[in-house]
């Protein structure tokens, strides 16, 4: 068996014909329309506005949204996502998935929490490509701790005055939208709602956060809202309960993230292997070295762990029993993987792995961004303790 990117995957029983199908459909646009180009893309910090219709047209963006809005969700399943994030994660630049799906964390909240009419007019242009919208919870004073968020929302007749900011806000440059957590009520969670701002109204602005550690080529902006008049009807939910909105949101953004993560490192397990068999150190191949075979064993055994997990989530999602707990620490146990395997990768690679331009080299420095984003690897943990009850 091969230790490349497919080799190296396990069997999935749950995977068929239609499944497959659509990995050869996705691999094949994203061959041609992305890898070509993802190495330049990252170094000019962006990519173009055309990427997002072309993968409207292939299907990518409407995958598992209703067919009522554009989309498609008629026999599409988990393993379907599964492949999808799988698939992005081959391209190693990790802002190109980022900005591209951000409609993932974004939409969701207005299908499942929005007004009929909302739908109507978000969803259609979103999954089209032609409109973007993005997730506004993560403020300048606070990140994981939701229910501390400080952007107020006061009714004022029937419109909320907003005020606040929010920061770190992936695809914020570019959204017409943003489904945006702010505190109606009282302090923590029980205060929390869900509006739906758009991004021309009178008031709101915006700056580019641009120098980032990673993520070169995904759109991340600081959004702020200075007395913006949003209509009541706006609202994402019911009035106060827009924590529930988040926290249901939450398990299907670490799920992807978790498929995303241990697909990258098998992009390194991939990266690492083709080199040693190729370089030559005292005599022979590196990949004759035992201290690098046990590298790559290692890589291979964390990976196998991963993906064993991811599948057993998956499939709890598949018979409506998934346990939040068991999710968020798939989401440390995917971060830890790809931190191992992006370092033992990069110590295989050697010099040219410490250069630009190369797959180990992104994903190396995308580590801490998948540590930290939808959840921190300490609050996973604690979230999973009380989950169970500790």
Not at 133 to 149: H, K, N
Not at 326 to 333: E, R, S
């Amino acid at each position: 068996m091969p230790l490349d990117f497919d080799g190296a995957r396990l069997p999935n029983p749950h995977c068929g014909e239609e499944h497959e199908a659509w990995r050869t459909q996705l691999r094949r646009f994203i061959d041609n329309e992305i890898m070509p180009f993802a190495e330049d893309w990252d170094e000019a910090g962006e990519i173009p506005a055309d990427l997002w219709p072309k993968a409207a047209a292939v299907g990518l963006l409407g995958l598992g949204y209703p067919e009522a809005y554009g989309g498609t969700s008629e026999s599409i399943d988990s393993w379907h996502a599964w492949i999808t994030q799988e698939e992005l994660a081959r391209i190693g630049a990790g802002g190109i998935p980022a900005s591209l799906m951000v409609h993932g964390i974004g939409l969701p909240p207005v299908l499942n929490w929005g007004s009929e009419e909302m739908k109507q007019r978000v969803a259609p242009p979103v999954l089209a490509g032609e409109k973007h919208i993005a997730l506004g919870i993560t403020e300048p004073g606070g990140g994981s701790d939701v229910a501390s968020l400080a952007t107020t929302a006061v009714r004022d007749g029937d419109t909320f005055i907003v005020n606040g900011s929010k920061t770190y806000i992936t695809g914020g440059m570019r959204a017409n939208w943003v489904s945006t957590a702010v505190r109606t009520g009282g302090e923590g969670a029980k205060g929390v709602s869900m509006l739906l701002i758009p991004t021309d109204a009178e008031g709101f602005s915006r700056t580019p956060l641009t120098r980032k550690q990673g993520w070169w080529a995904s759109d991340t902006a600081t959004l702020y809202f200075d007395n913006v008049r949003v209509p009541v009807d706006q609202l994402i939910g019911p009035e106060n309960q827009g924590f529930w909105v988040i926290m249901t949101n939450f398990n299907s953004e670490r799920m992807a993230m978790a498929a995303g993560m241990e697909a990258m490192a098998r992009v390194c397990l991939e990266e690492a292997v083709a080199w040693a068999r190729e370089r030559r150190t005292f005599g022979k191949r590196l990949a004759d070295h035992q201290v690098i075979r046990h590298k790559i064993a290692q890589m291979k055994q964390k990976i196998n762990a991963t993906q064993a997990y991811i599948r057993l989530c998956y499939e709890s999602i598949e018979t409506g029993t998934a346990n939040p707990g068991d999710i968020a620490l798939l989401k440390v146990q995917a971060s830890e993987t790809v931190e191992f395997c992006a370092r033992e990768a990069m110590q295989i690679l050697g010099g040219i792995g410490f250069m630009r331009g190369s797959r180990v080299e992104r994903i190396y420095r995308e580590v801490r961004v998948n540590a930290i984003g939808g959840g921190s690897e300490e609050i996973m943990r604690d979230l999973a303790a009380r989950q169970y009850g500790v």
